[in-house]
């Protein structure tokens, strides 16, 4: 998924060739989504690894909320995975709500956390409760609109700035698109190309929609060798 997040030996299985090839099939199959449960149901049979499990919160989400306090506000944390980020910010005092569409995810972040204060949810991005819409005053957004295909990336990026509360704040954290890869191709959008399908700045952009307007946009450098450099971006309603 990011290889600047998995550390693999030569001889132990590449737990992004197994998300990929997951991802690959769900693909073919025009579903750009079931292979996150495949992927958690296998991890949670100890036959898979998540390859984003690393067992901490982002660095760049870390830096991003440095002197930020949670009290009195509330968070929602969009395909929340495993739960490290929705840790992290509910630790900051946020009433945290985090969601996955995939059941396996939820349960394992659930009996892994099991004193959390956050509330864990199965829902879909696509279609969430309606009480959620413009509903939390810090929306976290990482890394889940670029394991979706372009083909929903609109859609998907319109659904994550809808759940941001009247002044409230979306944060967005995602790989960037390598410099020169040409801005609206849809070549990227096989499975060959990914998961993931890093964002462009015109994408990463694209969250100032639905009356979000930008804070900022910045680009870091990649968390390990051979990683992503990464976007960190800020929007508010
Ligand atoms: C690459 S993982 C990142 C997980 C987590 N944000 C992290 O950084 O550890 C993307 C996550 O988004 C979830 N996801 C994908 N599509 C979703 C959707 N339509 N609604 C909710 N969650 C979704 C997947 O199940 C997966 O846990």
């Not at 394992?108 to 413009?134: G, M, N, Q």
Request: aromatic letters at 8%; a negative charge; charged letters at 25%.
């Amino acid at each position: 998924m990011d290889s600047a997040t998995s550390a693999t030996s030569a001889t132990t299985p590449d737990p992004d060739e197994r998300a990929r090839a997951l991802a690959a099939v769900s693909l073919e199959q025009g579903d750009p989504t079931g292979w996150f449960e495949r992927l958690y149901a296998e991890a949670s049979e100890g036959s898979a690894v998540v390859p984003w499990d690393v067992g901490h919160p982002q660095a760049v989400l870390v830096d991003w909320a440095r002197e930020r306090r949670g009290e009195g506000r509330s968070a929602l944390v969009v395909g929340c995975g495993l739960g490290r980020d929705a840790e992290f910010f509910s630790g900051l005092g946020y009433t945290t709500t985090a969601f996955d569409i995939s059941e396996s995810a939820v349960r394992t972040t659930r009996a892994r956390f099991p004193d959390s204060r956050v509330e864990y949810v199965i829902a879909d991005l696509f279609d969430v409760p309606a009480a959620w819409r413009r509903g939390f005053d810090l929306v976290v957004e990482s890394l889940t609109v670029q394991s979706m295909p372009r083909s929903v990336r609109e859609r998907a990026t319109a659904a994550v700035a809808e759940l941001v509360a009247p002044g409230g704040t979306l944060v967005v954290s995602a790989a960037c698109r390598p410099d020169g890869a040409a801005d609206d191709a849809d070549d990227a959008d096989d499975a060959e190309a990914g998961p993931p399908w890093p964002l462009t700045e015109k994408e990463i952009a694209a969250f100032a929609t639905g009356g979000l307007t930008t804070v900022s946009i910045e680009r870091k450098p990649p968390a390990g060798p051979g990683g992503f450099d990464r976007w960190i971006a800020e929007f508010r309603r």
